[in-house]
Every structure is written in structure tokens, then in C-alpha cells.
């Protein structure tokens, strides 16, 4: 058997931080940060960003959301700020959703934990008094929708004059999101001297422009590599199940107990999640043990005999602690997280299917990441079918089968003479089709197959088009003030009637308004997305009509998205808004 030996990567480095990070430049207590997060490597984005922004270079970056955009603006910008607190804010980062500000928010404080970095989010719908405060009271940076943002620039809450670095994060967004001239102006009160970065899923010609004109001799950065060669790819049976994040680890031990493989590699970003899922898994009566970079030699020596052996059926790893391990072909790679790129990707599904036998490889997707996967698609040039996650009839219709196979199996093979005695003598008295569905629901109680199951709501699938960059119907979000005329919404998710029929665990919401009072789809997925803080991916088919509008929405979210709308204004009315019933 070959020696394991830790991959060269994963030693600590002299202070014991990731070397891949230190030698980007990074400051320790940056490091101390990134490790306590359990990050063991930088991903390609960090890895490319980092050291021009740390150097006060301008940068334009083509990235989609899950590559470790973020980080890779974050850091840096952190570092450079470190040195020197203002009065004013010394840094601007310009989102296009309430939703994301909130994230890119609280992913800045986090890395941002050893260094006291004062972090301050502004979005639409907040109240603006507690917002002057934090203003007053001086931060260092400030994570904003740029409505917001000008709203306080024209108020003179919010001063730019000191800024030395600006990030405009998701940028095609926010001009699909009509925020182009919102940009410019924000922009216009920046200094002259300040370092500029910019970052895109795609880049159109618009994109370009803005670019060519608020970025001085950027570095250009895109992660997209070439398609690989036809035949190098492993061949291996794809799905991905798209999935909102309260109800990940949910939707990973039920795919988990459908697809009962007999060994399977989950792969996870970091360590910490590594021993969140692993904790998870076994709690819901997997047999899971977890591997990464901050475990020891002889621990994992142990965990590796284990799996083999087949005593675990599951191992939780880094990408970076699976790479130096030499592990048996498994039935099943499962990514708890789509990698940052598509090599990461196609080294993990290649540790399934391998020698001509059969591999299946299934993602658990946020709905953010849909275009990382296509980008992942294009570069393995393999499908990745994308299926809703199985509901609980599905489970417990999965559950009884096993039931009744391991009683067909123990029909044929097992010695079961000696319980036919007891099964005669209960016979004098009853039925024994009703003996054997008795001894049945002990055997599926025992098998587990009882477990309580919580609802996961479906989220709707959208394709074939990978590059919209909202995918609405009713004209582009872009349009909405430029008078396009309305259209219908005729959007299918899962390829199931728009109107009548229903997606799975998703509700529809009537609004009391619709195109007589001038009311577009994109209004609508607007006051949605902005007002209820809700990802606007998530939302199902749109259909305005005369005098209402019909949305449909995740179960889940549907009276938070009522209670929201009945306070708002949409096109500056009042709106009706209750749970549409057929
Ligand atoms: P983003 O693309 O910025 O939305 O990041 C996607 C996810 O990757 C976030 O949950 C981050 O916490 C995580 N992440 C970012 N960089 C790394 C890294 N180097 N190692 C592990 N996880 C990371």
C-alpha cells in the first residue's frame, strides 16, 4: 500500500499559516484570520488578485459568485486600509442587491475580525436615522447599493473625498439593474488617486466602457480557462440540485439517503465546514469521518484505514487534503460546495468512475452559483443535469423499497425456518398479510426509514440560456425605465405550466395591481429582490395581467414576501398583497 504523506500545501509554514496565502503577501493577522475560517488555500481569483491590489494597481476582474470574489478584493483592501484610520470612510464597495450588500458586509467584518476594520452595510429600506449615526460616528468602509449611496451623498452624509480604494462588485448586475448613472455620479466624487476595482461575471461592451473609463492601466484578470480536451474529462454521471442555503445540510443527507452509495467523498471548502457537515451527517445516522489539513498524521492514517476498510461510508474533505491522499475509486463524489473552478471540479469527480465502472458525481448548487456551474460545464464540456431535490415521498418511497428488498433478500437466502413456528402460531388468529405488514414496519423503523424529514423548499431551475443576467420574463431589468411595453411573463421553471399548475414548494402571491396601472414584471421582481431582501433567483414564474399580477415564490418565503410588499410602494402605489389561492 503506498505511503500517505501530507501534500506539500498543507504543511504549515513557518508561523503556521497557509503558505499559499502568506505568499501572496498577505499580513499575519490576516493569516491567523483565514485560518481560523479553516481556508487551506487561495483559490485562482485570490491567487491573481490579491498581489496587484496589495501593490495599488487598478484591477478588472472577470469572476462569478462562488470563485472567492470576495476575498480576493477584501483582503487586500483590508491590508492597505490597516494603516492609517480617517475620519471619513477610506473605502467604498458598491453592490447591486440589498442582498448581497448584506453578505459582502458580513464577509468584510469577517475577514476584517483582527484588525478592528470599522465595516459599515447601507442598502435601500433601512431607515436612514440609525445610518447617519454609524455615518457620524466614522467607519472605514462602506458596503453599499448605490442608490443608497448617492441618496447619502446628496444628503452630505457620506463624504468620498478620502476614499482610496473603490470595488464595484457584480458591475454587469448593476447596470442590468439600470444603476449606470447612479455609478458614474458616485464615482465622479471619488479622488482621482484612488485605486479602482472592478468585477464581472461577464464582460459586455458596457462593461468595458465603464471600465476604460474609471480604471487606469488595470490588470486584467479572467479565471475562464479553455474547454478541455474531448476524452480527458472522467466520464461520470453529473446532477446538481439547486438549493437555498438554511436548508443545505438537509438536502445533502437526504441526496445522501437516496443515492445510499456505498462509499462517497464529500468535498467541502474549508475546514471548518468539513467538520460541520461530518458532525451533521453522523447526527443524522450517516457513518461520516472528516479529513483535512489541520488533522495529524496518525489521525489521518486511522480515518484512511476506515474508509477502506469500509467501516465509513463517507469521508468529509478539503480539496486540499484529498489531493495527497491515494483513496480507492468511490462510488460517489458529492460537492457540499461547487469548487471555485472548474479544475478543482474535475480532479474531484475524477475519484469516481474510474477503471470503466460506474461514477456519479452530484453538487449541491446555491442559486448565486448557476453560472459558475455553466462556466464549469463549458470547461469539462460534459452536461451537468440540474434536478430538484427529492421530496419526502420521494425518500420514504426510496425507504420502503429498501425494506422490501432486504426482505426479499433474507426470503432467499437466509436460514428463516426457524421463525416459521411463530409465525404459524400468530396465524391461528390472524390474518397473514397483516402478520407480515406488522414485522415489515419493524424492519423499516429499524432501517431508520421513520426519521422525521423536514421540507425543503424547490427552488425553480432555470435554462438553457446561461448568460442572462437576470432571468426574468417580461423585457430586461434594465428596461424598466424606458417605457418598453409590458409584456406577459410566460417563464416555466422545470418545464412545468406557467399558468394553472404549480412548482413543487412553491407558493403564488397576487398582487392587486397590474398593467393597467402600469405595473412590468421587473417592478415586481424589484420590490421583491430589494424590499424583502430575498435573492431575486429564487423567484418562480411572473404573470402580469390587467388588474393583478400573479408571482410565484418559495413557500417558505411567501408571507415575509406579503408582509413586505403590503408595506411598500410599487411605481410609488400602494399595493394589495395576500396568498393566491386557485
Ligand atoms: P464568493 O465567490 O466571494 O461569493 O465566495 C464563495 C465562498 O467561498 C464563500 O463562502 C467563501 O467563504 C468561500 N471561500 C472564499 N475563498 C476561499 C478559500 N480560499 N478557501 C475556502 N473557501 C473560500
Known amino acids: 500500500m503506498k505511503q500517505e504523506t501530507p501534500p506539500a500545501s498543507i504543511t504549515p509554514s513557518a508561523h503556521g499559516f497557509s ?13 491567523a484570520t483565514l485560518d481560523q475560517l479553516g481556508y487551506e488555500e487561495p483559490t485562482p481569483i485570490q491567487r491573481e488578485a490579491i498581489p496587484p491590489l496589495l501593490a495599488g494597481k487598478d484591477v478588472l476582474g472577470q469572476a462569478a459568485t462562488g470563485t472567492g470574489k470576495t476575498a480576493a478584493f477584501a483582503l487586500p483592501l483590508l491590508q492597505r486600509l490597516a494603516h492609517g484610520v480617517k475620519a471619513q470612510p477610506a473605502a467604498l464597495i458598491l453592490v447591486p442587491t440589498r442582498e448581497l450588500a448584506m453578505q459582502v458586509g458580513t464577509a468584510l467584518e469577517r475577514y476584517a475580525k483582527e484588525l478592528r476594520t470599522r465595516v ?15 455615518l457620524k460616528r466614522g467607519v472605514d468602509v462602506v458596503v453599499a447599493t448605490p442608490g443608497r449611496a448617492l441618496d447619502h451623498i446628496r444628503r ?81 454521471q453529473q446532477t446538481a440540485y439547486v438549493v437555498t442555503r438554511p436548508y443545505r445540510h438537509a438536502a445533502l443527507s437526504r441526496i445522501l439517503d437516496m443515492a445510499g452509495p456505498k462509499s462517497a467523498l464529500v468535498f467541502c471548502r474549508t475546514r471548518v465546514e468539513v467538520d460541520e457537515v461530518t458532525a451533521m451527517l453522523n447526527g443524522r445516522g450517516h ?17 484512511m484505514q476506515a474508509f477502506r476498510t469500509g467501516q465509513t461510508e463517507l469521508l468529509v474533505a478539503t480539496d486540499v487534503a484529498a489531493r495527497g491522499l491515494d483513496i480507492p475509486s468511490v462510488s460517489h463524489v458529492i460537492n457540499f460546495d461547487l469548487p471555485s473552478s472548474a479544475e478543482v471540479y474535475v480532479h474531484r469527480i475524477g475519484r469516481t468512475g474510474r477503471a470503466g465502472r460506474e461514477g456519479t458525481a452530484i453538487t449541491i448548487l446555491d442559486p448565486r452559483e448557476e453560472r459558475l456551474l455553466r462556466s464549469i460545464e463549458h470547461v469539462t464540456k460534459a452536461k451537468v443535469t440540474v434536478a430538484p431535490v427529492p421530496s419526502v415521498a420521494d425518500l420514504l418511497a426510496k425507504r420502503l423499497d429498501r425494506t422490501r428488498e432486504a426482505v426479499q433478500e433474507a426470503m432467499q437466502a437466509e436460514d428463516i425456518d426457524g421463525f416459521r413456528g411463530v409465525v404459524e402460531a400468530i396465524a391461528a388468529s390472524s390474518d397473514p398479510i397483516t402478520i407480515a405488514a406488522a414485522a415489515m414496519k419493524l ?18 431551475i432555470r435554462r438553457p440560456d446561461p448568460y442572462r443576467t437576470m432571468p426574468r420574463t417580461g423585457g430586461r431589468p434594465g428596461d424598466r425605465d ?45 420590490a421583491i429582490a430589494n424590499e424583502a431582501r430575498i435573492n431575486s433567483k429564487v423567484l418562480g414564474d411572473i404573470e402580469v395581467l390587467d388588474r393583478f399580477s400573479l408571482v410565484e415564490v418559495p413557500e417558505a418565503m411567501a408571507s415575509k414576501i406579503i408582509d413586505v410588499l403590503g408595506r411598500t410602494r410599487i411605481k410609488g402605489q400602494k399595493v394589495v398583497a395576500r396568498l393566491f389561492r386557485e
Do not use: C
Not at 446 to 460: F, N, S
Open 443 to 460: 424492519i423499516f423503523r429499524a432501517q431508520g426509514g421513520e426519521r422525521e424529514e423536514q421540507d425543503i423548499p424547490a427552488v425553480p
Open 120 to 134: 459599515l452595510t447601507l442598502y435601500g429600506g433601512q431607515a436612514m436615522g440609525p445610518q447617519f449615526q454609524a
Open 156 to 236: 452630505q452624509s457620506l463624504k468620498l473625498e478620502q476614499v482610496q480604494v473603490i470595488v464595484l462588485d457584480e458591475a454587469d448586475e448593476m447596470l442590468d439593474m439600470g444603476f449606470a448613472e447612479d455609478l458614474d455620479a458616485i464615482l465622479e466624487q471619488t479622488p482621482a488617486t484612488k485605486q479602482t476595482a472592478l468585477f464581472s461575471a461577464t464582460m459586455p461592451p458596457r462593461i468595458k466602457s465603464i471600465a476604460h473609463r474609471h480604471l487606469k492601466h488595470p490588470v486584467e484578470i479572467t479565471i475562464a480557462k479553455e474547454p478541455v480536451k474531448a476524452g480527458t474529462a472522467p466520464r461520470v
Open 287 to 303: 457513518r461520516a469521518e472528516a479529513i483535512h489539513g489541520g488533522m495529524s498524521q496518525p489521525q489521518r492514517d486511522r480515518v
Open 482 to 526: 424606458r417605457g418598453t411595453p409590458p409584456r406577459r411573463g410566460n417563464r416555466t421553471p422545470q418545464g412545468k405550466p406557467g399558468r394553472g399548475g404549480r412548482t413543487a414548494g412553491m407558493a403564488r402571491v397576487y398582487i392587486g395591481s397590474g398593467w393597467s396601472s402600469g405595473i412590468t414584471p421587473n417592478d415586481l421582481v424589484g
Open 19 to 31: 503558505p499559499g496565502f502568506a505568499a501572496l503577501g498577505l499580513e499575519a493577522r490576516l493569516l
